[in-house]
């Protein structure tokens, strides 16, 4: 045995040195094959992006009315129950007569005379007429009289006058009738007093003139005067009921017939449910990437397992500093609201502010903050390799990569380890 290690010592030598290498480069090898079995991987990929912000927000109708009772007494009729839809100027309720004050009992009366008078003014076609004949008669009387009193001054000519009176509903006119007869010219006595004949025709023929175009071009004093009437009127009747001031869906009804009310006291609120909103408060930070007409998607916790999606309809232009915290208020309105859709309810909103396609992606959970940059861990040959990085865009799981040594088809580490560096492991990640 002496004799054969002493023949083959050289050989022996290094098949034992053959045989510590490999035993070293095999534990080696396990020991980074361990080592990469500790971390979560993804793939550096290229894919679409959609960048959204995140905010919540209530459910609001478009329009929301709480409707009180304006007069004290007793409910008579309620004409609406929960759940209905009515039109503008219903009236949902109303308080039964003899339990109001005198003056809203006496509206009603007050409002018929009212109504008559306006009516009157408005469409009285024999008024009109009336004023037409008469501004006739007038003018020719006028006339006549103009030319008797012309003639005075012209002597030896053949006219006398004499007059004639007829009757028009309300007054008396005096007509000057003209007979040819020869006379010589006029005294002064004459004169005088066909001078006042002539003042007395010209001042019957301006009021007339003043009747007719009051009826035919309409009084716009006397008219809005017997409107007012008529307003005032309706509003004081008004006191004893509940009316709808637009269309909309009843959403509480509180009065039953019966039910004795005081002024003030809430009787229905009324929703119009045809437009949701839901308004959301956006940083000051986001709030230059939101604009009107971009796409929102919604969810809430009362509707499981269904999405809604929205759109922006307004952003506020000044914020509102609370605490010192600015942020600005935007306006979502839903698309696709259904019943189950109930205002009041809280909504999760995400507003898609940019959608970008064909771009390297990196998931937000594999950033780290490193001396103030942000970094990536890639595995080369088992081992984490700190990569510096820029982003763009990001969404609540991926960002954009914009700069720095990561290509497509890299393995980025998920859970990189805290003594990697400053930053590294929980709590240093970052947020998407």
Same mark, same amino acid.
């Given at each position: 045995?002496?004799?054969?290690?002493?023949?083959?010592?050289?050989?022996?030598?290094?098949?034992?040195?053959?045989?510590?290498?490999?035993?070293?480069?095999?534990?080696?090898?396990?020991?980074?094959?361990?080592?990469?079995?500790?971390?979560?991987?993804?793939?550096?990929?290229?894919?679409?992006?959609?960048?959204?912000?995140?905010?919540?927000?209530?459910?609001?109708?478009?329009?929301?009315?709480?409707?009180?009772?304006?007069?004290?007494?007793?409910?008579?009729?309620?004409?609406?129950?929960?759940?209905?839809?009515?039109?503008?100027?219903?009236?949902?309720?109303?308080?039964?007569?003899?339990?109001?004050?005198?003056?809203?009992?006496?509206?009603?009366?007050?409002?018929?005379?009212?109504?008559?008078?306006?009516?009157?003014?408005?469409?009285?076609?024999?008024?009109? %007429?009336? &004023?037409?004949?008469? !501004?006739? #008669?007038? /003018?020719?009387? *006028? $006339? @006549?009289?103009?030319?008797?009193?012309?003639?005075?001054?012209?002597?030896?000519?053949?006219?006398?006058?004499?007059?004639?009176?007829?009757?028009?509903?309300?007054?008396?006119?005096?007509?000057?009738?003209?007979?040819?007869?020869?006379?010589?010219?006029?005294?002064?006595?004459?004169?005088?007093?066909?001078?006042?004949?002539? %003042?007395? &025709?010209?001042?019957? !023929?301006? #009021?007339? /003139?003043?009747? *007719? $175009? @009051?009826?035919?071009?309409?009084?716009?004093?006397?008219?809005?005067?017997?409107?007012?009437?008529?307003?005032?009127?309706?509003?004081?009747?008004?006191?004893?009921?509940?009316?709808?001031?637009?269309?909309?869906?009843?959403?509480?009804?509180?009065?039953?017939?019966?039910?004795?009310?005081?002024?003030?006291?809430?009787?229905?609120?009324?929703?119009?449910?045809?437009?949701?909103?839901?308004?959301?408060?956006?940083?000051?930070?986001?709030?230059?990437?939101?604009?009107?007409?971009?796409?929102?998607?919604?969810?809430?916790?009362?509707?499981?397992?269904?999405?809604?999606?929205?759109?922006?309809?307004?952003?506020?232009?000044?914020?509102?500093?609370?605490?010192?915290?600015?942020?600005?208020?935007?306006?979502?309105?839903?698309?696709?609201?259904?019943?189950?859709?109930?205002?009041?309810?809280?909504?999760?909103?995400?507003?898609?502010?940019?959608?970008?396609?064909?771009?390297?992606?990196?998931?937000?959970?594999?950033?780290?903050?490193?001396?103030?940059?942000?970094?990536?861990?890639?595995?080369?040959?088992?081992?984490?390799?700190?990569?510096?990085?820029?982003?763009?865009?990001?969404?609540?799981?991926?960002?954009?990569?914009?700069?720095?040594?990561?290509?497509?088809?890299?393995?980025?580490?998920?859970?990189?380890?805290?003594?990697?560096?400053?930053?590294?492991?929980?709590?240093?990640?970052?947020?998407?």
């Amino acid at each position: 045995m002496r004799t054969f290690f002493r023949k083959n010592r050289t050989i022996l030598i290094i098949l034992l040195f053959i045989v510590l290498v490999a035993s070293a480069f095999l534990v080696v090898r396990g020991s980074n094959a361990e080592s990469a079995s500790q971390y979560q991987t993804a793939t550096i990929a290229r894919g679409k992006l959609t960048a959204t912000i995140g905010a919540t927000g209530t459910v609001r109708a478009k329009q929301t009315a709480t409707l009180i009772w304006q007069a004290a007494g007793t409910v008579d009729t309620v004409n609406v129950k929960v759940g209905d839809n009515i039109p503008a100027d219903f009236v949902m309720a109303f308080l039964e007569k003899t339990s109001l004050p005198q003056t809203v009992i006496m509206a009603e009366a007050d409002l018929v005379s009212a109504q008559k008078e306006l009516d009157d003014l408005l469409n009285s076609d024999t008024a009109r %007429a009336e &004023a037409v004949v008469a !501004l006739r #008669d007038a /003018q020719e009387a *006028y $006339d @006549r009289a103009q030319e008797y009193y012309d003639s005075l001054f012209r002597p030896y000519k053949y006219y006398k006058i004499s007059y004639k009176y007829i009757y028009l509903p309300g007054r008396t006119r005096r007509i000057p009738i003209l007979k040819k007869v020869k006379v010589d010219q006029a005294d002064d006595e004459t004169i005088a007093k066909e001078e006042q004949n002539l %003042a007395l &025709a010209k001042a019957q !023929l301006d #009021d007339s /003139q003043r009747e *007719y $175009d @009051r009826l035919t071009s309409g009084n716009t004093t006397e008219i809005g005067a017997a409107q007012a009437r008529v307003d005032a009127a309706q509003a004081t009747l008004n006191l004893a009921r509940v009316i709808s001031p637009f269309a909309g869906t009843v959403t509480e009804a509180s009065p039953l017939p019966g039910d004795q009310v005081s002024a003030g006291a809430t009787a229905f609120r009324l929703d119009d449910l045809t437009s949701l909103l839901v308004d959301v408060e956006v940083s000051e930070v986001d709030i230059n990437r939101v604009s009107v007409g971009q796409p929102v998607a919604l969810s809430f916790d009362a509707i499981l397992d269904k999405d809604y999606s929205g759109q922006v309809i307004q952003v506020a232009r000044a914020g509102n500093n609370v605490n010192g915290v600015v942020n600005f208020t935007v306006t979502v309105e839903l698309i696709d609201a259904d019943s189950s859709v109930k205002p009041g309810m809280t909504a999760g909103v995400s507003i898609v502010v940019e959608e970008m396609g064909d771009v390297v992606l990196v998931p937000n959970r594999a950033v780290r903050l490193s001396d103030g940059k942000r970094v990536v861990y890639l595995l080369v040959d088992g081992q984490p390799v700190q990569t510096e990085i820029g982003l763009g865009p990001s969404s609540e799981t991926m960002s954009v990569i914009a700069s720095g040594d990561v290509q497509e088809g890299d393995i980025v580490i998920l859970n990189p380890p805290v003594e990697f560096g400053p930053g590294g492991g929980p709590g240093g990640g970052f947020g998407g």
